[in-house]
């Protein structure tokens, strides 16, 4: 059984950079974008971006100027850095598994989530 | 404001059936290459995968869970409800124009 472990500061000053890390445990590193999703108190989900062993990186695009991605595959452990943190940045934020074969992807395992809030 | 649109709120009574709506674009739910997938949400917990090729159910999802898509909409169905299927349930597929994973706003389930 695939798991995603999670961690990072959970209280930021505005305009710091908020940092997380994925622990990728059981199964393949390999042939999947490995995700973060961010859910602010109350609401929806929104996709902040991937990012895959074989080097693509994919962001959203309102937050592209200020998201930083990267991938460890000898710890198979992922990374977010989302720099400028301003109180709209409070958020849940989740490692997430996007499962794709071919065109047809899904979000097939997710990590715990992380409460960051950004406040002076 | 959410690309995909859901209703905020829907509600029937125990072992009745439900829809759940979610309406797109043509650069997202109309494109026959962006498949739909929706998830489940109970509160403080992260989502799980319910329906995912729009209408393909993981293992252990009960058939009473049922996707469909047309045109630029896509619907998740639910039958015979239960109290513990009280959740939020949200949407999502890619964005052709946006390049990017869009999701609809959620929509919060009742059962009276």
């Known amino acids: 059984q695939v798991q995603l472990q999670q961690w990072g500061a959970r209280l930021l000053k505005p305009s710091e950079t908020l940092s997380l890390t994925c622990a990728v445990y059981v199964g393949s590193f390999s042939g999947y974008y490995w995700t973060w999703i961010r859910q602010p108190p109350g609401k929806g989900l929104e996709w902040i971006g991937e990012?895959?062993?074989?080097?693509?990186?994919n962001y959203h695009p309102s937050l592209k100027s200020r998201v930083t991605l990267s991938l460890d595959t000898s710890k198979n452990q992922f990374s977010l850095k989302l720099t400028s943190g301003t109180a709209a940045d409070t958020a849940v934020y989740y490692c997430?598994?996007?499962?794709?074969?071919?065109?047809?992807?899904?979000?097939?395992?997710w990590g715990q989530g992380t409460l960051v809030t950004v406040s002076s | 404001q959410s690309v995909l649109t859901q209703p905020p709120s829907v509600s029937a009574a125990p072992g009745q059936k439900v829809t759940i709506s979610c309406s797109g674009s043509n650069s997202n739910i109309g494109n026959n290459y962006n498949y739909v997938s929706w998830y489940q949400q109970f509160p403080g917990t992260a989502p799980k995968l319910l329906i995912y090729?729009?209408?393909k159910r993981p293992s252990g999802i009960p058939d009473r869970f049922s996707g469909s898509k047309s045109g630029t909409s896509a619907t998740l169905g639910i039958t015979g409800l239960q109290t513990g299927d009280e959740a939020d349930y949200y949407c999502?597929?890619?964005?052709?124009?946006?390049?990017?994973?869009?999701f609809g706003g959620g929509t919060k389930l009742t059962v009276l």
């Open positions: 990012i895959n062993d074989s080097g693509t990186i």
């Open positions: 090729e729009n209408d």
């Open positions: 999502g597929t890619w964005d052709s124009s946006l390049s990017a994973v869009v």
């Open positions: 997430a598994r996007r499962n794709c074969g071919g065109d047809n992807c899904r979000f097939d395992y």
